[in-house]
């Protein structure tokens, strides 16, 4: 703890052990599949279901092996973590509404005394 009277550099004490962090693991594929399915499963019927997984091994058995080379070797190229560049262009140079447009875990509650969804758009 730090003494009312003490000056410090916030951020020095906060960046202090930035470089001793494990570094983000690159996801496996496998993993990611198994992932997505086990989070669509309850959003969609037994049917939905099917396809979505027939997709989803389509998919990972062509291009996603492409893409997950190319992750690797961005991971390889990056100083700290594959993650940092999208996170960069995703949250420090877009200029539209954040919680709209890339938050991906901002969820809009149906609110029942909005019956239209010009309604609805127009408290955003």
């Not at 496996?28 to 086990?38: F, P, S, W």
């Not at 990056?78 to 938050?103: A, C, H, K, Q």
Request: proline residues 7%.
């Amino acid at each position: 703890m730090f003494a009312r009277n003490q000056s410090y550099s916030t951020e020095k004490v906060l960046w202090t052990h930035e470089f001793a962090l494990p570094r983000l693991p690159v996801p496996l594929l496998q993993d990611t599949a198994k992932k997505y399915i086990e989070y669509v499963a309850p959003l969609v019927s037994q049917q939905q279901l099917q396809n979505t997984s027939q997709l989803v091994d389509e998919f990972f058995s062509g291009e996603a092996k492409a893409l997950q080379e190319d992750l690797l070797h961005l991971d390889k190229e990056s100083p700290t973590s594959w993650l940092e560049g999208f996170w960069d262009t995703m949250y420090l140079t877009i200029r539209d509404p954040l919680p709209i447009n890339v938050n991906p875990y901002f969820i809009l509650n149906d609110d029942p005394l909005r019956t239209t969804q010009v309604c609805e758009k127009l408290i955003l």
